[in-house]
């Protein structure tokens, strides 16, 4: 469940999630929150609920990046994400993607945008495997031009949930997602 603050994870208290997620939506589709937000947020979840943190879309930068994870696993989170939709193709990906896991003490998400990619996502858990991160997402970057099924058909989600199980990374799917895109997934 996403949450931008502290008064959100009050109706976390009664029903958990599996994993929380912080994000600050008015600096971008994965906005890097404050790290007192960070701090407030993970003092206000259930016990023992990790805490993913959105740490920006990525650019070259990638020192910029490394310290937001740290700073931001410093004040609580568990997890970070970063989007990448600003590279010159897969090996930029990569190669970003590498040297942030191996300068962080916190598990990566390595997240693209649906309706900003130009290849197959079947392929992106085996590239987020090789650069060493633990999770990948796909997600859509406009919110309000849709949803993320209005730009990857169901058939092919499940094709890179798939993908993600065979080089043991976790899925994660995004953007502006609703209980009928899920049903057939919850138990």
């Known amino acids: 469940v996403s ?5 959100e994870c009050v109706a976390l208290r009664a029903c958990p999630p ?3 997620d912080l994000k600050n939506p008015a600096d971008g589709s994965l906005g890097m929150p404050e790290a007192d937000t960070i701090r407030q947020v993970k003092k206000s979840l259930p016990a023992g609920l990790p805490l993913s943190v959105a ?7 990638v020192e910029l990046y490394i310290a937001r994870a740290n700073l931001a696993h410093e004040a609580g989170a568990d997890i ?5 939709f600003g590279f010159d193709g897969a090996r930029g990906e990569e190669l970003f993607l590498s040297r942030l896991c ?3 003490s916190v598990p990566v998400v390595a997240a693209w945008y649906a309706d900003r990619l130009e290849r197959p996502i079947s392929g992106l858990p085996e590239l987020g495997a090789r650069a060493g991160a633990r999770g990948c997402l796909i997600d859509s970057y406009d919110k309000s031009a ?12 499940e094709a890179y949930i798939e993908k993600c199980g065979e080089f043991d990374v976790f ?9 009928r895109d899920i049903e057939g997934y919850c138990a």
């Open 55 to 61: 740490i920006g879309d990525a650019v070259d930068d």
């Open 146 to 157: 849709g949803r993320l099924t209005d730009y990857v058909s169901l058939a092919d989600m």
């Open 3 to 7: 949450v931008i603050d502290a008064s």
């Open 102 to 104: 191996r300068g962080v």
């Open 18 to 20: 599996d994993i929380a």
């Open 80 to 84: 970070v994400k970063v989007g990448l």
């Open 171 to 179: 899925s994660a799917l995004a953007g502006s997602l609703g209980e």
